[in-house]
């Protein structure tokens, strides 16, 4: 099997690999993860403070136009609660995640926000920001406030796939989105970007193109997961052309490792939607070569209403049960959590050395 990865007919290749290929495609990506960076897991506490956005991506279960969704934002209060239990659970790091606004007196929340958990957390609790595309300004203010890493997926690199899945318009630029992904870089953002996986129209030779792209964007920090459907959304209408799930599974496994064997020191997340398609999709992307996971920590009842897509999951038993079962089953998948720890990607600190 390829170990060394010249172009994109070898990333297509191993994409495109047999299934007794496989186990051999993953563990080539684990060593590589585990000589460069360590076996080590960060845990990113996950926080959706709002599921309000402005925006009307045609995937996406919360867009603005989906009337059937019942909206919250949540007050100071329940934000900070679910960052002292990440805290004191010694995650190490918390994402802020919502849906798009931008208007003052939101942006002025934000900051508060960031600066009053840096407070209450002895300035020690990382925090991620995923709260699209703002403004240089913006972007700013946040980082001085205390965020140091930000979260914006491309989604598709292909900017012909991108116009099918968004709608048209200034709002939803795919040229916006690359100049956002610069400028949290120029602003000095530990800056994080990603893909779907299995959407209608795309192809694998997208696929290898997205992991290009997430390099020569010298991107540090990568989520990306399936696509999985949602019935109030535009895009429902291509269900029939979709991959079963197990594939699109399958797919994003394979995306994750081949990923690694591309960019060795990268932080690479193993998404709730591959767990969405199976109850051990994170693990099995932490054996494909990922190494961050994102707990959900937002207060319960509010998870059934960040609905992005259909059957997300949603634990019934308490976060410590979910913590302590999570924290045995990375360490069946050969990993250690590491506590307390930010976990800067590795990556981030070369890039800034030149
Ligand atoms: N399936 C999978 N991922 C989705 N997202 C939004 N809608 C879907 C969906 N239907 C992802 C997008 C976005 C992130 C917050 O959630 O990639 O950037
Ligand atoms: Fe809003 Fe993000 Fe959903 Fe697009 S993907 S509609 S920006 S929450």
Redesign the pocket.
């Known amino acids: 099997m390829i170990k060394e990865l010249k172009n994109k007919e070898d990333i297509i290749a191993l994409l495109s690999c047999s299934p007794e290929q496989d186990e051999e495609l993953y563990q080539t990506a684990v060593d590589i993860r585990n000589k460069t960076i360590g076996n080590k897991v960060y845990l990113r506490g996950l926080i959706e403070i709002s599921n309000t956005c402005l925006k009307n991506?045609l995937?996406?279960?919360i867009r603005k136009d989906n009337i059937d969704v019942n909206r919250y934002s949540l007050k100071e209060e329940e934000i900070y609660e679910a960052a002292l239990f990440a805290y004191k659970r010694n995650f190490g790091s918390i994402v802020l995640?919502g849906g798009e606004r931008n208007d003052k007196k939101y942006t002025l929340f934000i900051e508060n926000v960031i600066r009053e958990i840096k407070r209450i957390t002895d300035n020690k609790l990382g925090i991620t920001l995923?709260l699209g595309d703002q403004t240089e300004e913006t972007y700013k203010r946040w980082l001085d406030a205390g965020a140091h890493r930000y979260l914006l997926?491309i989604?598709s690199s292909n900017p012909e796939l991108y116009a099918k899945i968004h709608p048209a318009g200034s709002m939803h630029s795919y040229t916006n989105r690359i100049k956002s992904l610069e400028l949290l870089k120029k602003c000095g953002y530990q800056t994080g970007s990603?893909v779907?996986i299995g959407l209608p129209f795309q192809t694998v030779e997208d696929l290898a193109d997205d992991l290009l792209f997430l390099k020569s964007m010298d991107i540090d920090m990568v989520g990306m997961?399936?696509?999985?459907?949602?019935e109030n959304?535009p895009l429902y209408h291509y269900r029939e052309q979709l991959k079963p799930l197990s594939e699109r599974l399958r797919l994003g496994l394979h995306m994750i490792a081949v990923l690694r064997i591309l960019m060795p020191d990268v932080n690479i997340a193993s998404t709730t939607?591959l767990q969405t398609i199976d109850p051990f999709g994170r693990e099995k992307g932490l054996a494909a070569g990922a190494n961050v996971i994102m707990p959900n920590i937002s207060p319960a009842q509010n998870r059934k209403k960040y609905t992005?897509?259909q059957n997300k999951p949603f634990s019934e038993e308490s976060d410590e049960i979910t913590i302590n079962k999570l924290s045995e089953s990375i360490r069946s998948c050969g990993c250690e959590i590491a506590f307390g720890e930010w976990g800067d990607p590795v990556h981030f600190a070369k890039r800034n050395k030149g």
């Open positions: 991506c995937y996406c279960g995640q995923s997926r989604e990603g779907m997961g399936p696509y999985l459907e949602h959304t939607a992005l897509y």
